[in-house]
């Protein structure tokens, strides 16, 4: 039995495979009817949808036969991908390639096979829709054309599925977007200017600016400020001032405003609004505040978080407005809390940003986040390596021990990866037992901390298990582009993986 050859895209292909979120999914309708017309049309009694992934193939819809997976070693459909036209075994016990394959010697006893490849839009050959007969079951280019055409609507129906999911998620995403609006709206008009400007596509701190002056022109404030607490002291967000200072008189707001002397020295645990009248007669005042005519202070905190910023609004003598009217302190505090929740927003869509860049299982950077930092670049650091790394006997533990014990050995795998990589590199899980590190590092330094991780994992086991790696720079004559940089790195790890295979 000879296994197909691996596609010179195949990691492309693996990625693009990906795109589609379907491996390990339910059975679904469309598919079925394009696999039962299959059978019917070229009157076999097996039809099956398959999924090529890295070391197996997955049947997404099946008709005539029950396992959903098989050992890419053993599959048929392997090779189809490896081709233009639809792949065709009249014989297969005759056929030196498949003749010992366990599909022809048992179950279901291949004897023709005929499959049509999966081609999505990017031109990578996913799967293929193929057919089977335990019998003598010649084909005719009517029937091949058949194949061909269901194949194209199977991979339609893909798309479909692909393009819906997206759908859904933005869905969502618009639904959360309207909750938050629907919110805004109850707020007064000033505040609803506020938090428009917060939906607004502008740096953040451009719209904290705008919104601090259309609240200091509100409550007549000579001068405001948000205040981002940074440790034990404060730092300046935004600035915003309706007159120019002398220069020392600056000089010491500086000091006031980055540090924790003055009156914002007693505001380390304010959790409610503090509005001083007299400011000169606080102990604590400065100085060269008191000389520049500040007069009125407040603060108030931008939402309930503990390391909340505060908002600093300042009025000086030469102001018309006196004292803190309720009116003034009932739109600070609303102007506050809106912020407050712009900021929580913000720190929300940092938090789904992180999760959706997340692997579910080990915590470490996923092949969505592998595809923006590298494949979407069009050129990398030169000292740049890329490691492809395969966890050996991940299968052996699944069989062996559980597939809880599996997900425990990726997940010390991972952890112990990502603690030696530390803020040298990235670590990623591309799939599966698949795995990246991108680093500055010279290649042994990539190397020694996949050994510690797998020696660490394997604590974790009693089945033997270790990894294949692969590493390339780049600076290496052949890479080119980051697409070609995983391929090389991939090529060597597979070149590893048969050194290993072959010793044992």
């Known amino acids: 039995m000879t296994a197909a050859p691996i596609p010179q895209d195949e990691a492309a292909r693996l990625l693009d495979l990906a795109r589609y979120h379907v491996l390990d999914t339910e059975q679904e309708e469309p598919f079925e009817r394009i696999t039962r017309l299959a059978a019917r049309i070229l009157r076999t009694p097996v039809a099956m949808i398959n999924l090529i992934d890295r070391y197996r193939q997955w049947g997404k819809s099946r008709i005539g036969v029950t396992a959903a997976e098989a050992k890419r070693e053993h599959s048929f459909c392997a090779w189809a991908i490896g081709g233009e036209t639809p792949f065709v075994v009249e014989n297969a016990a005759a056929d030196p390639r498949f003749r010992d394959n366990p599909m022809v010697t048992g179950e279901p006893h291949i004897h023709m096979y005929a499959g049509a490849s999966l081609i999505t839009p990017a031109g990578h050959r996913i799967g293929t829709l193929c057919v089977t007969d335990s019998r003598p079951h010649p084909l005719t280019s009517d029937d091949l054309q058949s194949l061909q055409d269901l194949a194209a609507l199977a991979m339609q129906e893909l798309e479909l599925r692909r393009e819906r999911l997206d759908a859904a998620q933005a869905a969502d995403a618009q639904r959360r977007q309207a909750e938050e609006l629907r919110q805004v709206l109850s707020h007064t008009r000033i505040v609803e200017g506020i938090s428009s400007l917060m939906d607004l596509d502008l740096p953040f701190e451009d719209a904290?600016?705008?919104?601090?002056?259309?609240?200091?022109?509100?409550?007549?404030?000579?001068?405001?400020?948000?205040?981002?607490?940074?440790?034990?002291?404060?730092?300046?967000?935004?600035?915003?001032?309706?007159?120019?200072?002398?220069?020392?008189?600056?000089?010491?707001?500086?000091?006031?405003?980055?540090?924790?002397?003055?009156?914002?020295?007693?505001?380390?645990?304010?959790?409610?609004?503090?509005?001083?009248?007299?400011?000169?007669?606080?102990?604590?005042?400065?100085?060269?505040?008191?000389?520049?005519?500040?007069?009125?202070?407040?603060?108030?905190?931008?939402?309930?978080?503990?390391?909340?910023?505060?908002?600093?609004?300042?009025?000086?003598?030469?102001?018309?407005?006196?004292?803190?009217?309720?009116?003034?302190?009932?739109?600070?505090?609303?102007?506050?809390?809106?912020?407050?929740?712009?900021?929580?927003?913000?720190?929300?869509?940092?938090?789904?940003?992180?999760?959706?860049?997340?692997?579910?299982?080990?915590?470490?950077?996923?092949?969505?986040?592998?595809?923006?930092?590298?494949?979407?670049?069009?050129?990398?650091?030169?000292?740049?390596?890329?490691?492809?790394?395969?966890?050996?006997?991940?299968?052996?533990?699944?069989?062996?021990?559980?597939?809880?014990?599996?997900?425990?050995?990726?997940?010390?795998?991972?952890?112990?990866?990502?603690?030696?990589?530390?803020?040298?590199?990235?670590?990623?899980?591309?799939?599966?037992?698949?795995?990246?590190?991108?680093?500055?590092?010279?290649?042994?330094?990539?190397?020694?901390?996949?050994?510690?991780?797998?020696?660490?994992?394997?604590?974790?086991?009693?089945?033997?298990?270790?990894?294949?790696?692969?590493?390339?720079?780049?600076?290496?004559?052949?890479?080119?582009?980051?697409?070609?940089?995983?391929?090389?790195?991939?090529?060597?790890?597979?070149?590893?993986?048969?050194?290993?295979?072959?010793?044992?």
């Open 208 to 504: 904290l600016e705008t919104a601090a002056a259309l609240v200091s022109e509100a409550v007549g404030a000579d001068f405001t400020a948000v205040l981002l607490r940074s440790g034990p002291t404060f730092s300046v967000k935004v600035p915003r001032s309706a007159r120019t200072f002398p220069e020392e008189v600056s000089q010491t707001a500086t000091s006031l405003l980055s540090g924790r002397s003055g009156v914002l020295g007693s505001l380390g645990d304010l959790s409610a609004p503090l509005y001083i009248g007299d400011y000169a007669g606080q102990p604590q005042a400065i100085p060269a505040l008191v000389a520049a005519g500040v007069t009125e202070v407040a603060y108030v905190p931008l939402g309930d978080d503990p390391l909340r910023p505060l908002l600093l609004v300042l009025r000086l003598s030469s102001n018309s407005v006196r004292g803190w009217r309720v009116q003034d302190k009932a739109l600070l505090e609303v102007a506050a809390r809106t912020v407050g929740h712009a900021l929580r927003r913000q720190a929300a869509l940092e938090r789904a940003q992180g999760e959706a860049r997340a692997d579910a299982l080990t915590g470490v950077l996923n092949r969505r986040a592998f595809e923006e930092d590298v494949l979407a670049q069009a050129t990398l650091d030169p000292a740049t390596r890329l490691a492809v790394i395969d966890v050996d006997g991940l299968k052996g533990v699944n069989d062996a021990e559980s597939h809880a014990q599996g997900d425990k050995l990726l997940k010390v795998f991972a952890q112990t990866l990502r603690a030696e990589v530390a803020e040298l590199g990235q670590v990623y899980r591309l799939g599966g037992d698949e795995f990246a590190v991108v680093s500055l590092e010279p290649a042994d330094t990539l190397l020694e901390w996949v050994d510690l991780a797998a020696r660490v994992a394997q604590q974790m086991v009693l089945a033997p298990v270790g990894a294949s790696v692969g590493v390339a720079a780049w600076a290496d004559a052949d890479a080119g582009t980051p697409a070609a940089l995983l391929s090389l790195a991939d090529a060597r790890m597979y070149d590893m993986k048969r050194r290993r295979q072959a010793l044992r």
